[in-house]
């Protein structure tokens, strides 16, 4: 079939529109897989603090460009960072957030202490996300958060939250910026602030209007882990 000179522009541009969309379409993204409540009577009000204790790692999961002490290094780092969005996200949205050190025994009262564990960490490459894309070399992040009341004796975890999600370039766009482990933490900090204001919806401590929905995923296999041996066993 003849194609007019003046068609050819116009095929170009869809054609160039459709790599576009498709490249676009590989850059996934994070959100919640499973919000669920442990506790038969969770906390129904709003904490006056909320204290965030640095994530473990599940180190069989962890797959980066490093070992040994640097290893160690990489992970201490990306424990702070997260922790600093996390409690950004929550100071934000929720009720004032500070970071607590992971030995450091919690504290009694209107508190909500935020534990739990990297469950996968997988730095990709970021030249294949950036040069060719379509989800070659793509991060993984899924960790698992436990929200626990410090208003009794001891802490009591209400909340587990797992999320999972990872991150691709678009091709030929070197260095993009939404892409990379540390945009995956800052994604995920937002999903776990979400899924803690929807919680806070559905208690009534919070109207509709100031309420956020994270983004959901499908539901998989509960996680074998027991999310109580993140939370320190007794408060002052």
Known sequence: MFIGSHQVPVMMSRLIFAGISLALCSCASVGVRSARQVSEMPPRKVPSAIFVKPLAYYDPNVAVDRSGTKLSGFQYEYQEKFTRFLTSRLSDGIAPASAMAATAPPRRGNYWLITGQFDRVVQGSRFLRSVIG????????????????????????????????????????????????????????????????????????????????????????????DPRAWVHPSAP
């Open 134 to 225: 379509f989800g070659l070399g793509g991060t993984k992040l899924d960790t698992t958060v436990v929200v626990s009341d410090m208003s009794g004796p001891t802490p009591r975890p209400f909340l587990v939250i797992r999320t999972s999600g990872g991150s691709n370039a678009v091709p030929l766009l070197l260095g993009f910026p939404r892409s990379g482990l540390t945009f995956d933490a800052q994604r995920t900090a937002r999903e776990v602030t979400a899924a803690i204001s929807e919680f806070l919806y559905q208690q009534g401590a919070v109207p509709y209007e100031y309420a956020v929905a994270p983004r959901r995923l499908s539901e998989t296999a509960p996680a074998t882990y």
